[in-house]
């Protein structure tokens, strides 16, 4: 994982238009880190959104910025991130 790191980087530094897509059934963690990486997209000046296709449970609304996860895409991405989710099944596509 962490030689893929530096291309993880470069792809989100590269990128204007970034979605992080939580996993079915999201958790704190992949919520977290999906959150996490909207909120660094837009320091860096990016449009970012997060998908999460199953509704949040609501003991995790109090994750900042938990309000603006969306359960299905708006808009292209150049990058798309997936996190906490070990294959692209779980993301329930």
């Given amino acids: 994982m962490t030689d893929d790191l530096p291309a993880v980087i470069a792809?989100?530094?590269g990128a204007d238009h970034i979605t992080a897509i939580c996993h079915e059934s999201p958790d704190g963690d992949?919520?977290?880190?999906?959150l996490a990486i909207a909120i660094i997209a837009e320091r860096l000046g990016k449009?970012?959104?997060v998908v999460a296709g199953d509704p949040i449970p609501p003991f995790?609304?109090?994750l900042p910025r938990?309000?603006?996860?969306?359960?299905e895409p708006r808009m292209?991405?150049?990058a798309a991130v997936i996190v906490d989710g070990g294959d692209l099944?779980?993301?329930g596509t």
């Fill in 30 to 34: 992949t919520l977290g880190a999906a």
């Fill in 11 to 13: 792809a989100i530094r």
């Fill in 89 to 91: 099944a779980r993301t």
């Fill in 60 to 62: 995790l609304a109090f």
């Fill in 66 to 71: 938990v309000d603006r996860v969306r359960s």
């Fill in 47 to 49: 449009q970012a959104e």
């Fill in 76 to 78: 292209e991405p150049d």
